[in-house]
């Protein structure tokens, strides 16, 4: 069966440094995802992406964050300048299509930032 | 905004017991509703979805779950708990037509089975 997947599964880094996780959506998939949970707290949108542009983004996504589909299979969250708050479980989901559909989740990359 | 409300943190039963997790949402327009499963250091897995047809849904692992708009609710419920089924749930709420596709979760229930 199909599945998302992320590397790296955990990643360290000092705060100010970048960042950049990595997802491999659903290959016949076209809306891709990033959420993110903080320990103890809800699984929060980040941003949406189609059609090779962002096409809805969170209060969260502010501009140290960015997104990319460098290639055909591959989707990308950078985060440019880390700070301590950063740190947390990212999630990159992907959908067949937009609206109501259900959005498949890769297993989370958690960043930790010292 | 949309918002769901879980009710319980932590829910324990027996094994061979029922269970039943709670969910209320916030109705604005018509509410696409979904549960997923989180198991230990594992991604977030669909139990079941409601998307405006059938309001008992059935999902994977004998769950399921009723729409009922007059509570605003979305209980996630199964009759016989198996040690497996220890483990994270989220109720999941998003909006059909109102050009916003990101799924706004719960803050979960942690299911426990007791052997």
């Known amino acids: 069966e199909p599945e998302v997947t992320q590397t790296p599964s955990h990643q360290v880094t000092q705060m100010g440094q970048e960042v950049i996780l990595r997802c491999v959506p659903i290959?016949?998939?076209?809306?891709f995802y990033w959420y993110r949970q903080i320990l103890g707290q809800k699984v929060e949108f980040l941003v949406s992406?189609?059609?090779?542009?962002?096409?809805?983004k969170s209060e969260i996504f502010d501009d140290q964050f960015s997104v990319e589909r460098p290639d055909g299979s591959n989707f990308t969250l950078k985060i440019r300048s880390t700070k301590l708050e950063d740190s947390a479980m990212y999630f990159c989901?992907?959908?067949?299509?937009?609206?109501?559909?259900?959005?498949?989740f890769g297993p989370g990359t958690r960043l930790t930032v010292t | 905004a949309q918002s769901v409300t879980q009710l319980d943190s932590h829910v324990s039963v027996s094994e061979g017991t029922p269970v039943l997790l709670r969910c209320n949402y916030s109705?604005?327009?018509?509410?696409?509703l979904f549960w997923y499963v989180q198991h230990p250091n594992k991604g977030l897995q669909l139990l079941l979805k409601?998307?405006?047809?059938?309001?008992l849904v059935k999902g994977i692992n004998g769950f399921e779950a009723e729409f009922k708009k007059s509570e605003t609710s979305f209980h996630l419920t199964k009759p016989s708990a198996h040690m497996s089924d220890a483990a994270e749930y989220f109720c999941?709420?998003?909006?059909?037509?109102?050009?916003?596709?990101?799924?706004?979760f719960g803050k979960g229930t942690k299911l426990s089975v007791i052997p």
């Open positions: 992406f189609y059609n090779n542009e962002i096409s809805e």
């Open positions: 109705s604005s327009y018509s509410p696409s």
């Open positions: 989901a992907s959908s067949l299509a937009g609206g109501p559909y259900e959005q498949y």
């Open positions: 290959s016949n998939h076209l809306y």
């Open positions: 409601y998307t405006s047809a059938a309001t």
């Open positions: 999941v709420v998003t909006y059909s037509g109102a050009g916003s596709y990101q799924l706004t």
